[in-house]
């Protein structure tokens, strides 16, 4: 396998995952598409410029072997970290949500110190958050859990 294979692969899937999400920017509001058009730009750019660079080396580089069943026993479990953040969203809520995926992904990243994980953690959180709810006008997923415990 060539080096510059994987990269053509990424910037491929990439592009096309950008251009299912640009199709639905028309489906935000006025007032919060802004910055998902903005970053949906950038990410193209970004992605077009890997691909013209990988594309170009593509013909000059070496064959050489990779470690695939290495990366994937470290890809394959974040991502199923990933989806399980995403399906425990409307269950426990933005914050309680982030906060454990954050700490989970620190421990899973072998982060050593405690402190800093939990720091991270929450200080990472609240950010988003109110970037998310006080400029970006977006509601956060309140969780089902809040919702009967406040009951």
């Known amino acids: 396998m060539k080096k510059s294979l994987p990269d053509i692969i990424i910037s491929i899937v990439l592009l096309g995952f950008l251009a299912s ?16 058009t903005v970053l949906i730009a950038v990410a193209a750019l970004m992605s077009v410029i890997l691909l ?21 026993k470290i890809i394959v479990p974040f991502c199923l970290m990933i989806v399980a953040y ?3 969203m409307n269950w426990l809520g933005y914050i309680v949500d982030t906060v454990l995926f954050i700490l989970a992904s620190l421990i899973y990243l072998r982060l050593k110190s405690k402190v800093a994980m939990v720091a991270i953690a929450v200080i990472m959180t609240v950010v988003i958050y109110l970037v998310f709810t006080q400029y970006l006008i977006v509601v956060m997923p309140f969780g089902r859990l809040i919702n009967v415990a406040i009951l």
Request: hydrophobic share 40%; net charge negative; aromatic share 4%.
């Open 21 to 36: 999400l640009a199709v639905q920017l028309p489906d935000i509001p006025d007032i919060s598409r802004t910055y998902p």
């Open 52 to 72: 013209v660079k990988s594309v170009l080396r593509y013909k000059t580089d070496e064959t050489v072997e990779t470690n695939v069943i290495g990366q994937m």
């Open 86 to 88: 995403l399906l425990l």
